[in-house]
């Protein structure tokens, strides 16, 4: 099975490229199903139900997301639907949505880390606790690791290698270049990227970061403009064990 997984996607420019990239990329390496976080997609700072819809309406098939989930409140009650989107599974018990989803033959797990972040539940004892006790429970698991330091998603790969299909990083919208299999066969990336403006700050206006950084004051960050650059990887998956076989980068530019 071939999974394409995309990495944050930021405002309206990140959107765009979904539309212009996705179904090619679907269609040239035979993708199954395709999934992208999605928690930056209005106007760079959180997710509506509109943005949500409109990744679906380019052949995504889930959206998963991470800190910036509760930034647009009015997506609280769309994260209760039937809406393939999810956030973070190590929230507190009693918050909206869910923390994974089921499609078909494969589940998606969406985690967020700790380090340099807030103070979550575990990651590690929320994923430890769902593999544990959801029964039956699906052979391709796919974990969004949402998380800022490189050695939090690190030891996440090690400590869930055979048992998931794939550790990958997002969050930090640069992506890094250590695609590998572990092992037992999970495929692993720290951080896949964003779809983005390339001339900004992770996605962010660069006069505006700039500035914040300059003189220690604060920001209302806006999306970057100019060409987009598209980060994501392509997974291959055994669907008798489980296991990954193979990742790969696909990294393109659109110009814009």
């Not at 052949?59 to 910036?68: A, K, R």
């Not at 575990?122 to 800022?148: G, N």
């Amino acid at each position: 099975m071939k999974i394409l997984v995309v990495g944050d996607v930021v405002g309206k420019p990140g959107r765009e490229a979904i539309h212009e990239l996705v179904p090619e990329i679907r269609k040239k390496y035979k993708v199954d199903m395709a999934i992208a976080n999605g928690e930056n997609t209005a106007g760079g700072v959180g997710i509506t139900q509109a943005t949500s819809e409109d990744l679906l309406g380019a052949e995504i098939d889930v959206i998963t997301t991470g800190n910036h989930v509760w930034r647009r409140k009015e997506v609280i009650p769309y994260l209760d639907g039937n809406a393939p989107i999810i956030r973070p599974l190590n929230y507190p018990p009693g918050l909206a949505g869910r923390g994974y989803i089921t499609i078909g033959q494969v589940m998606i797990v969406n985690l967020v880390g700790r380090i340099f972040m807030h103070n979550y539940d575990c990651p590690f004892r929320a994923m430890d606790k769902l593999l544990q006790e959801l029964k039956p429970r699906p052979k391709i698991i796919i974990v969004d690791f949402h998380a800022e330091a490189t050695s939090e998603k690190v030891a996440m790969g090690w400590h869930l290698d055979g048992r998931v299909s794939a550790v990958l990083g997002t969050h930090t919208h640069v992506g890094t270049v250590d695609t590998r299999m572990l092992p037992n066969g999970t495929a692993y990336i720290t951080d896949i990227g964003m779809v983005g403006p390339m001339d900004s700050v992770i996605g962010a206006s660069k006069e505006a970061a700039l500035t914040s950084f300059l003189t220690a004051m604060p920001f209302n960050a806006s999306v970057g403009k100019g060409d987009v650059v598209f980060n994501s990887v392509l997974l291959e998956v055994a669907e008798d064990t489980g296991l990954a076989t193979s990742i790969i980068r696909i990294d393109k530019e659109m110009k814009r």
